[in-house]
């Protein structure tokens, strides 16, 4: 079922829209730029002064982002950054990319995405696209997002429209960047799936759609654990090897 408002932003997002990005960090400031060398208007926010004054000034602080390829897009009003939310009140796109640190009990601390669904539900308008990034437990979109944005008397998949996208970021990797690796995307509906995948196309090479958010919530949750139980494992053999006399690195 699509509505008007799907099929007015299906083709702003194939234009040029404005994308807003929450969160300057790892996640968020790469992805700023890739869409704005795509050609959108991004407005990255973050509640950092130091990150927002630095983007402002074209200087990165990000391993991935050289300060040659951001600051000719700043100096040319395709990224920009500010500390209000308020600010994505006309955006396209809004991507929520805050983090999600453990705590003293080793869960995941959700309070960044409680706030960053709070103050998002407070603009929401009608013929918006919200995303969420940021690494949390299955289920995270449809109990902390949804309510909060149906509150405002909007519905899901026709008004407004609601997607949950893993960050797959690897900090560092020159071989594998932000365009290489493919993008996994749960939507709300159909019409939020399609959504979301086209503002993605936009930045990478393979956009993977999945059943709904709670499916791509667990995918990151099983690439996270696959990796650590990897790291796990390595661990071991590397402590078999040294006793043996063996190279770890010559065996793997």
């Not at 699509?2 to 992805?31: F, W």
């Not at 309510?147 to 900090?171: N, Q, T, V, Y």
Request: aromatic residues 6%; neutral net charge; proline residues 6%.
């Amino acid at each position: 079922m699509t509505s008007p408002a799907a099929d007015a932003l299906k083709h702003r997002l194939a234009g040029t829209p404005t994308v807003g990005v929450i969160g300057l960090g790892y996640v968020g400031l790469p992805l700023a730029v890739a869409f704005a060398e795509s050609g959108a208007t991004v407005v990255g926010v973050d509640l950092d002064a130091g990150r927002v004054a630095s983007v402002r000034k074209g200087e990165s602080f990000i391993e991935d982002v050289p300060t040659e390829t951001l600051r000719p897009l700043v100096e040319a009003g395709r990224l920009g950054a500010t500390d209000g939310v308020a600010a994505l009140r006309d955006a396209d796109a809004i991507v929520i990319c805050v983090p999600t640190p453990l705590g003293k009990s080793k869960e995941p601390d959700i309070s960044f995405i409680v706030s960053a669904a709070d103050a998002v539900a407070g603009i929401l308008r009608r013929g918006q696209l919200v995303v969420l990034e940021s690494t949390t437990y299955p289920g995270t979109t449809q109990e902390i997002l949804l309510p909060r944005f149906e509150a405002r008397g909007l519905r899901a998949g026709l008004d407004f429209f609601l997607a949950f996208s893993p960050e797959r970021i690897d900090p560092g990797n020159r071989r594998f960047t932000l365009r290489d690796i493919p993008k996994v995307v749960g939507g709300l509906t159909p019409a939020c799936r399609e959504l979301a995948s086209a503002l993605y196309a936009r930045v990478t090479k393979e956009v993977v759609p999945v059943s709904g958010p709670q499916t791509a919530e667990m995918v990151k949750l099983f690439e996270n654990t696959f990796r650590s139980v990897n790291i796990a494992l390595v661990n071991e053999f590397a402590i078999m090897c040294r006793r043996l006399g063996i190279s770890v690195w010559e065996v793997i």
